[in-house]
């Protein structure tokens, strides 16, 4: 998966608890997506980040869910009080920049709420 | 929402047949991406297409952008096991967000 990074591969949390997913894009990117996808479905669209700034967060629920792509370190998608249907694999991707139409995937996080 | 459909869902065939995976939208898209994913995996890249009547080769693998940049075609000649797995097409207009398909899931019987 071309050195993108996620970790944990895979978090368990009960719920209420928060979820924090972690994501060190490709060497020499500064772009980073994240999406989600259920069992049975296509990759959605979540949020879209350059460090120190959000693009375009337009598939990120209006609530619970936060996403920051700091100077230093790793980008986070922070997910509070979870619930069961927040159950699902997290991908996060990065490019070299926009326009560039080419994202490479890292392995995921799968997140389960018990 | 710019919605691309893959068709068909689920296809199971023969090594050494050959096959051809769909991608439909009724948007135009800049660039339209292929990804194969394998369980608990991440897509993996397999090209980029960007210009309509495209036409691109990857070893046995020929994908052709549809001359209005709505629709794509994967086929593959003289599938093997290692071709198993998720084909996932993605559109983009301008690089800040990405519409994937739904998947084609492959299997190659031996």
């Known amino acids: 998966n071309a050195g993108v990074m996620q970790n944990p591969r895979h978090l368990v949390r009960r719920r209420g608890q928060e979820a924090r997913l972690r994501c060190s894009p490709m060497?020499?990117?500064?772009?980073v997506y994240w999406y989600r996808q259920l069992p049975e479905e296509g990759l959605k669209f979540m949020v879209y980040?350059?460090?120190?700034?959000?693009?375009?967060e337009s598939g990120m629920p209006k609530e619970r869910f936060s996403a920051e792509f700091p100077k230093e370190g790793p980008s986070i998608l922070r997910i509070q009080q979870v619930v069961r249907g927040d159950s699902a694999a997290y991908f996060c991707?990065?490019?070299?920049?926009?326009?560039?139409?080419?994202?490479?995937f890292g392995p995921g996080t799968r997140l389960t709420v018990t | 929402t710019q919605l691309l459909e893959q068709s068909p869902q689920f296809l199971s065939i023969q090594e050494g047949e050959n096959l051809t995976v769909y991608c439909n939208s009724s948007?135009?898209?800049?660039?339209l991406q292929w990804y194969r994913q394998e369980p608990g995996e991440g897509p993996v890249l397999l090209v980029t297409?960007?210009?309509?009547?495209e036409v691109k080769k990857l070893k046995r693998l020929t994908f052709q952008f549809g001359d209005a940049r709505k629709d794509s075609s994967l086929h593959i000649t003289a599938a093997q096991p290692g071709d198993t797995g998720l084909y996932l097409c993605?559109?983009?207009?301008?690089?800040?967000?990405?519409?994937f398909g739904t998947g084609t899931s492959l299997t190659v019987i031996p």
């Open positions: 980040l350059q460090k120190e700034n959000i693009i375009d």
């Open positions: 297409v960007v210009t309509g009547g």
């Open positions: 060497k020499g990117h500064s772009h």
């Open positions: 993605a559109g983009t207009n301008t690089g800040n967000q990405f519409y």
């Open positions: 948007s135009v898209f800049s660039s």
């Open positions: 991707a990065s490019s070299q920049g926009a326009q560039t139409y080419e994202q490479y």
